[in-house]
């Protein structure tokens, strides 16, 4: 895709969203339709594809959506564009390994990120205001009137009267252990979906996955179809994998918005009792979880951060296995493992990870047993899901915001300080003007902002506001910036 910039010049645009995966994708394309393509909205994205982010740049067709197709259409008021799309696109599917695809079909995430590509390509299209710039944000600098200079590494800049923060989910962070040369080892694998990493775990020896969560699981999807080298072993905390997708009679919400539960104690009693309800009418818990879902956000709001940090101790593990939920097809491939000796589970806790000759030595508690137990692996890999701790991030941007005070972590230290809409408070509790997020850095305020049905709703709000507010205030600095020269001063 298109790199707008040349250089040795400055460039202006109304809006700048950082981050080209599903959230700034969207948030890039409802704006410039809004505005009818009479803004500059500059899409910048560090990696070559743009529209895909983490999540949907997999080549691997194993790797499905966790979400039925016929609820991932890109727009809140249409969840089965998606849908319609692959039914207008039959190659593309056949491509993707899938025919006939249902509205309760489990799809490749690749077939996902094609879908994605598409949408953006058609709107930048049809609004040439929209320019995607393949560049790397290193640095955002707030000026006295308010607007941002983007930098880009390199040093090239870009002026922006506003600017998305749509970063995402970063890898996972190492585990923080007593030793921890390891983290500097090549047998230490940081990226569970790069090609390299699949080749390395292809050699011989045991490996290791920390984590049970959906990343292990399409790890696990990856190796099952190579050549067995050795055992895999999988070690988590609380030893859950995602529970099986399985048909469910949809319930209406069961929670009186009226009377949200108070603790999540309550919570867990409401949920249980929905279930055996569900269960008795011939449904099941899924429908009871999918019935929270609208209700979820207003009741983590309703909680003070002692019971937010209760149900995250406590509750967490149990709610995300229920919650994000695995097709059975892949927990199938995961049992074969199991059964035919190529795959043993554990309940623990790593205590240590060092290197020696032969590989990586690991020590690990296992629950409920007092001797520590040891692994001999030739690789560990890092499965245990996004880091959102943001003062652990090594990201050059977000080392920088932190630097500048422009963001500060939440209570929980699951993302960023964040108000109603997105809106960035920086280090002195001050908002940020013209500063904006959506998705993951939300999770304090939300903790569910991570899959496309969220998503979807805050693009499309973020867009509207934005779109508001550059209506309201004068021209960034020229109209459809690009390629003029910027008018503004420097800090
Ligand atoms: C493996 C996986 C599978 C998932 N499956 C599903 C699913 O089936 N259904 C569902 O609803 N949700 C799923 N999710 C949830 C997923 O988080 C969302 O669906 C969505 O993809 C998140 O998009 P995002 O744009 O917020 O973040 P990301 O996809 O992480 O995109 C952020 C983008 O920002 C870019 N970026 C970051 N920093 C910079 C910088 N400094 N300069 C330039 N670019 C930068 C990154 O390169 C990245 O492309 C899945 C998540 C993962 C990790």
């Known amino acids: ?59 691997d067709l194993d790797h499905l959506l966790n979400v039925p197709a016929g609820r991932m259409g890109a727009y809140a008021k249409d969840p089965e564009h998606f849908l319609r799309w692959c039914h207008e696109h039959p190659d593309t599917c056949r491509a993707a390994g899938v025919q006939n695809v249902l509205a309760g079909s489990f799809v490749p995430r690749k077939l996902y990120g094609d879908y994605l590509e598409e949408v953006l390509e058609n709107t930048r299209r049809r609004w ?13 600098r707030l000026r006295p009137n308010g607007q941002f200079i983007v930098e880009f590494v ?6 922006a009267a506003k600017v998305v923060l749509a970063l995402g989910n970063f890898p996972p962070g190492d585990p923080w252990l007593r030793d921890r040369r390891f983290h500097n080892s090549r047998r230490y694998l940081t990226d569970p979906w790069a090609q390299s990493t699949l080749e390395q775990l292809s050699e011989q020896g045991d490996i290791l996955i920390l984590g049970s969560g959906l990343t292990g699981l399409d ?27 399985a048909l469910s009679t ?23 009792k929905a279930s055996k309800q569900a269960a008795e009418a011939g449904s099941n818990w899924r429908a009871v979880v999918d019935a929270l879902r609208p209700s979820t956000q207003k009741i983590w709001q309703r909680w003070d951060w002692v019971e937010r940090r209760k149900f995250l101790r406590h509750l967490r593990a149990y709610w995300e296995s229920h919650r994000h939920r695995a097709s059975s097809e892949a927990l199938a491939v995961k049992k074969n493992l199991e059964t035919c000796g190529r795959l ?13 000759d032969t590989g990586l030595e690991v020590e ?114 020229v109209e459809a910036g690009f390629g003029n020269p910027a008018l503004a001063y420097e800090i």
């Open 250 to 272: 949809p319930l209406p919400a069961f929670i009186d918005e009226n009377a949200l539960p108070e603790t999540a104690r309550e919570a867990l009693h409401q949920v249980r």
């Open 344 to 356: 043993a589970c554990y309940r623990g806790r790593v205590l240590s990870i060092t290197e020696n």
């Open 128 to 140: 040439p205001g929209l320019q995607l710039l393949q560049e790397e944000v290193a640095d955002l």
């Open 154 to 159: 390199g040093g090239r800049t870009l002026n």
């Open 364 to 477: 690990f508690a296992e629950f409920r047993r007092c001797e520590p137990k040891r692994l001999q692996v030739s690789y560990v890999v890092n499965c245990t899901g996004p880091e959102c701790n943001y003062h652990k991030l090594k990201d050059p941007l977000v080392m920088q915001l932190f630097l500048r005070g422009l963001i500060t972590p939440d209570p929980l230290f699951l993302g960023i300080e964040v108000g109603v809409g997105g809106i960035i408070y920086d280090v002195h509790g001050r908002r940020v003007p013209n500063l904006y997020t959506l998705g993951s850095p939300q999770k304090g305020r939300l903790l569910e902002t991570t899959a496309v049905p969220e998503l979807r709703l805050q693009a499309e709000g973020l867009a509207k506001r934005l779109w508001r507010e550059i209506r309201r205030s004068e021209p960034a600095g």
């Open 219 to 245: 790890l696990l999807l990856s190796l099952a179809k190579r050549p067995a080298t050795g055992v895999i072993h999988v070690i988590s905390r609380r030893g859950l994998f995602p529970q099986p997708h």
């Open 1 to 59: 895709m298109s790199n707008g910039l040349s250089a040795d010049r400055d460039f202006n645009c109304d809006a700048a969203v950082i981050g080209a995966g599903f959230s700034g994708t969207l948030t890039a394309v409802h704006l410039v339709r809004l505005s009818g393509g009479t803004i500059s909205v500059a899409l910048i994205e560090k990696k070559q594809r743009f529209a895909r982010g983490v999540a949907y740049a997999t080549e």
